[in-house]
């Protein structure tokens, strides 16, 4: 079992900078490729970025290249989400979750893959 939290959202105005974070505890973290999505209410859940366990794939919603970048820290069990010129439409309530899938049997945006999900951490951007 792997237990996710997410940390590093708010409140932020358009054009700024967050960095998401999500710890991971339980087993090794690192046989877990790990994805973000975002949820607003009432809507579906898109995928916004993935990474393999190794952190040399990373993977993109086409709304957020070149403005998110996601990497990870095995030692320390976290993976990062690092979103830069946000806009009002990036507001959302943002999960990570993870797989036990990899390798070519791991499709990132497909959310029905992960295994374990955090709780969610809210980003609000003010334009």
């Known amino acids: 079992q792997v237990q996710l939290v997410e940390s590093g959202g708010g409140l932020v105005q358009a054009g700024g900078s967050l960095r998401l974070s999500c710890a991971a505890s339980?087993?090794?973290?690192?046989?877990?490729?790990v994805g973000w999505f975002r949820q607003a209410p009432g809507k579906e859940r898109d995928f916004v970025a993935g990474i393999s366990r190794s952190g040399v794939r990373k993977y993109y919603a086409d709304s957020v290249k070149g403005r998110f970048t996601i990497s990870r820290d095995n030692a320390k069990s976290t993976v990062y989400l690092q979103m830069n010129s946000l806009k009002a439409e990036d507001t959302d309530v943002y999960y990570c979750?993870?797989?036990?899938?990899?390798?070519?049997?791991?499709?990132?945006?497909?959310?029905?893959?992960?295994?374990?999900w955090g709780q969610g951490t809210q980003v609000a951007v003010s334009s």
């Open positions: 979750a993870a797989t036990d899938r990899g390798g070519s049997s791991w499709n990132p945006p497909d959310e029905r893959q992960y295994d374990y």
């Open positions: 339980g087993r090794t973290f690192a046989s877990n490729a």
